[in-house]
């Protein structure tokens, strides 16, 4: 019995660890600005895994994981 009550929290530990949090959602990058998101693995925002970046010309640069924890900024564009 004891071994049973001991697999079930096992399992239960096991099955809350791999569930990843929300995804965040990453604001729509406005016509007239450059935007920029970074993607971090920890919650702390210190180990960089991904960027993405929306230019002026709305084309986009990507490299690395896009999922994660982000830091979003947008900057006015000068015409």
């Avoid at 399992?11 to 450059?34: E, F, K, N, R, S």
């Avoid at 919650?43 to 960089?48: D, E, G, H, Q, V």
């Amino acid at each position: 019995m004891i071994r049973r009550v001991l697999a079930v929290a096992v399992l239960a530990a096991a099955t809350l660890a791999v569930i990843p949090a929300a995804a965040q959602a990453v604001p729509a990058c406005p016509v007239g600005y450059l935007c920029n998101t970074q993607y971090f693995s920890d919650s702390a925002r210190t180990n960089l895994v991904g960027v993405r970046t929306e230019f002026c010309d709305r084309s986009v640069s990507t490299w690395g994981r896009l999922s994660g924890y982000i830091t979003w900024s947008s900057s006015p564009c000068n015409d």
